[in-house]
């Protein structure tokens, strides 16, 4: 039994930081890819960053390149998204994500979802 548990979320003002966690459990971690994805209101769910957990090697959307980084520890099964320079398009429910097929960052993709944490930005 796979659980993804999310943590980190909040209110914050623009410009602002946040750091996102999520424990994995009942996943063998250091294989494929893990992910932080997130769907605002109204939207479709969105890819934000991945990491391959053997290499390390990182992908992020052009929307949060530059802001947001993460990463992980595999000895504790934890995966981070570190959230910089925050404004009001961030604001979405934000989603641990693994056993990502091909580590294609595409929700459809995804055999596992953790339950969200939400990020609101005023």
């Known amino acids: 039994y796979v659980q993804l548990v999310e943590s980190g979320g909040g209110s914050v003002q623009a410009g602002g930081s946040l750091r996102l966690s999520c424990a994995a459990s009942g996943y063998t971690y250091n294989r494929n890819c893990i992910a932080w994805f997130r769907q605002a209101p109204g939207k479709e769910r969105e890819g934000v960053a991945r990491i391959a957990t053997g290499s390390g090697t990182t992908y992020y959307a052009d929307s949060v390149k530059g802001r947001f980084t993460i990463s992980q520890d595999n000895a504790e099964n934890t995966l981070w998204l570190q959230m910089n320079s925050l404004n009001a398009e961030d604001t979405a429910m934000y989603y641990c994500?693994?056993?990502?097929?091909?580590?294609?960052?595409?929700?459809?993709?995804?055999?596992?979802w953790g339950q969200g944490t939400q990020v609101t930005v005023s």
């Open positions: 994500a693994a056993g990502i097929r091909g580590c294609v960052l595409w929700p459809g993709f995804v055999d596992y």
